[in-house]
């Protein structure tokens, strides 16, 4: 239950692995305030003459893409033309992640404003010891730190033991560890979720159905996280999980080491992956070496596959070593099919095919999907969950946050685009994300009621 | 009765909006992005009015009533100042961000217009201050109770849900003036937009005299819609062809039966 939280590493491997916003052969990005800067030659020169409007004309370019000769030329062209492409799948990927991650908070805000259960304490993780039922502000604030600095230690501890053992090719041990957590996810905590969702609205339900229920949603999530299925279906278990256990913290953390433990994530968030020596990048990094993707039970994939295409033996051969998208394009005659659905896991279990090398001279992009770790997911529905919990049934509060963490997820995937490579997604979220939930919670919301109360509008 | 209330308030505070949203907004990723940027830089501006309105508070004496009303306009023109100033470093930012796609795009131009981005960002500056604004009140009203059961006006939410639905559209008005005279650099009509969201906002000083209030900001409403129309170069004519339905022949094409097959002899 532990290892979701674990891998909070959110974005993607380097391009060379496709699965970032940009495709493998792309020059770095120009920043929006540089000039074009050529890393190449032939992208260069295209570009840059096509820019200064000098004898170049629109026409010469498009001879040179049809003709053989300027190669060079093509290739840059073919780069610009992915530069510009990468740009709008920037704005698609945004997007791709935006409804997932608002999807989770929606069922976790819902689910928070409507069943009690979730709001009651009862008790306490055995992660997070010490009470904060004290007395004195001191107190509860160093208990709360306390419970912070134990419960990180529990995630470190966790998230060195799956890396080594990834690092030592122990992998039925991991998916053993993963299926036993999936297996709890999907049938204990959806059946204490279904059965208080039942109490609230006083519907009665007998064992048979529950069983009946409960099965079938298990063993179907069990199959599409684990194995293959539609992948929307897959997402939707992934975001459902992330909801499960995100309000099982929101239930069970205590109130201040719950802000307490998310300001101490998000740092160890950006250590983990950011530093040379971190857990997460030597996951990440000992993947990519292997050209394995990740395993699908942790991370969200927003795949969307357009078509196959370019004529370049290399470029080809380049690709065909990824994995991923290989099962999909076999299956596939017909091209630019978006939001083609493919399991992460079936890349696993078949060969590696050699990608035909088509011969035709048309253009036909590559996508990526972008990829999100179930932890951000978690997390920032506890942030969201935890503000419509407590902010004194203030909606203000809640909708900052989830606006907060929303232009935090943006900030996250326009660095992504510039630095390409795995970045941590929780720093920046959950950082706007504590500053508007204090600032709206004690500011804004007397502010705002005083206002309403005198029905004056600014 | 109380659903009720709640669904008809809310499409009346909102359906506008939402309906704008999802036509015109939904489906292009660019604009969906910078429709939740331009809310978080209202809600920055909200939180700093807020700072100001709090800090005022506490330095001031709780009892006096007249004070703490004067405080609250004090806060409230404050907060409406500050709202147009963060319009104005929206604008940069997106005139930024526009030369950027420009400069990276294909072709030269960006993917999304400068006019098109100033209507979103105003959309987004309408439905955020809107959402802030009746949220909780909506949120109460689906619960059991009675409207202005100690005196006050029984047409209290009912009169938020139309004061919200002009507000949300005299945002995206002044979104698409404001971001026209930033451009051209028309600062009588940039001092004609702040003045006018000044107005708006003293205007709803005096409820609970609807009459006082709600007219004049509706008056207000129309004349700035048709203000932002002109500006984004609609017209008369426009406004006729786009009801009408009707594909006009562009006199610069050839209609094909003037096209010959050149003799083969």
């Known amino acids: 239950m532990i290892t979701f939280m674990n891998n909070s590493d959110s974005e993607e491997e380097p391009c060379n692995e496709r699965t970032s916003l940009m495709s493998a052969e792309s020059p770095p990005v120009p920043s929006y305030q540089d000039g074009l800067q050529a890393s190449q030659a032939g992208e260069a020169q295209a570009h840059r003459k096509r820019r200064t409007g000098s004898s170049r004309s629109p026409n010469n370019i498009a001879d040179g893409e ?77 208990n709360s730190v306390l419970n912070t600095i134990i419960m990180i230690s529990v995630i470190v501890v966790m998230t060195v033991f799956l890396v080594l053992l990834y690092k030592y090719r122990c992998y039925k041990f991991i998916h053993g560890w993963l299926i036993l957590s999936s297996l709890m996810l999907l049938f204990l905590f959806t059946y204490i979720y279904l059965g208080e969702v039942l109490k609230t609205y006083n519907v009665a339900m007998d064992y048979p159905t529950l069983i009946l229920v409960i099965w079938n949603f298990g063993a179907v999530g069990m199959i599409c996280i684990h194995w293959k299925g539609p992948l929307q279906l897959q997402q939707a278990y992934l975001i459902m999980i992330s909801a499960l256990m995100a ?42 070496e292997r050209n394995e993707p990740i395993f699908p039970a942790l991370i969200y994939s927003s795949a969307m596959i357009w078509t196959v295409g370019m004529a370049k033996p290399d470029t080809a051969a380049r690709r065909s070593s990824q994995q991923a998208w290989d099962a999909a394009e076999d299956g596939r005659e017909n091209h630019r099919s978006p939001s083609h659905a493919d399991s992460q896991m079936s890349e696993r279990r078949s060969p590696v095919p050699t990608r035909p090398i088509t011969s035709f001279e048309e253009l036909e992009e590559e996508e990526r999907g972008v990829k999100l770790g179930l932890g951000d997911f978690i997390f920032y529905s506890v942030l969201v969950g935890k503000a419509a919990a407590t902010a004194s049934g203030d909606w203000n509060t809640t909708l900052a946050c989830f606006v907060a963490i929303l232009i935090g997820l943006c900030l996250t995937l326009l660095l992504l685009a510039v630095f390409k490579k795995a970045l941590p997604a929780l720093p920046i ?24 109360s005198h029905q004056l509008y600014i | 009765m109380a659903a009720a209330v709640f669904f008809g308030c809310t499409g009346i505070a909102f359906g506008p909006a939402i309906a704008l949203v999802l036509l015109t907004v939904a489906k292009e990723p660019l604009r969906v992005i910078v429709l939740v940027a331009g809310a978080f830089f209202w809600l920055v501006s909200l939180l700093l009015a807020s700072l100001v309105w709090f800090v005022s508070v506490r330095l001031s004496d709780r009892g006096d009533a007249a004070l703490q009303r004067a405080l609250l306009g004090f806060g409230a023109a404050v907060s409406v100042l500050l709202q147009e100033l963060f319009r104005f470093a929206y604008f940069k930012l997106l005139k930024k961000a526009d030369e950027g796609l420009a400069t990276i795009s294909e072709d030269g131009r960006s993917p999304i217009s400068l006019r098109q981005m100033a209507y979103v960002s105003g959309l987004s500056f309408g439905i955020i201050s809107g959402v802030f604004s009746v949220i909780n009140i909506l949120a109460d009203s689906i619960g059991p109770g009675t409207v202005g059961i100690h005196g006050d006006s029984p047409y209290y939410f009912i009169t938020s849900a139309f004061l919200t639905m002009a507000l949300v559209l005299l ?61 984004a170069g609609g017209s008369f004519r426009s406004l006729l062809k786009c009801l009408s339905c009707k594909q006009e022949d562009d006199s610069r094409v050839m209609t094909y039966s003037a096209l010959r097959v050149p003799c083969e002899d």
């Open chain 1, 429 to 452: 979220s959950i950082t706007f994300g504590l500053i508007f939930y204090f600032s709206t919670d004690n500011l804004v919301r007397p502010f705002m009621d005083t206002l309403a």
């Open chain 2, 171 to 231: 945002h995206t008005f002044w979104g698409v003036i404001f971001f026209d005279a930033c451009e051209k650099r028309r600062y009588g009509c940039l001092g004609l937009v702040v003045a006018s969201h000044l107005l708006t906002s003293g205007l709803t000083f005096l409820n609970p005299r609807y009459a006082a209030s709600l007219g004049p900001i509706f008056i207000i409403t129309l004349c700035t819609g048709l203000w932002a129309f002109v500006t």
């Open chain 1, 247 to 288: 309000l099982v913290f929101i239930k069970y953390l205590p109130e201040w080491s719950a802000w307490v433990i998310l300001g101490a994530i998000s740092i160890y968030d950006l250590m983990a992956v950011l530093c040379p020596k971190g857990p997460l990048r030597m996951l990440v990094e000992t993947a990519q």
């Open chain 1, 66 to 142: 049809t003709s053989d000769s300027g190669v060079p030329v093509r290739e840059g062209i073919l780069e610009n033309e992915e530069e510009e492409l990468t740009l709008k799948y920037g704005a698609k990927h945004v997007i791709m992640l935006f409804v997932p991650v608002t999807l989770c908070m929606i069922v976790v805000v819902a689910t928070i404003k409507s069943v009690r259960f979730y709001t009651e304490k009862n008790g306490q993780l055995i992660y997070t010891p010490f009470t904060e039922d004290t007395p004195s502000v001191g107190q509860r604030l160093l």
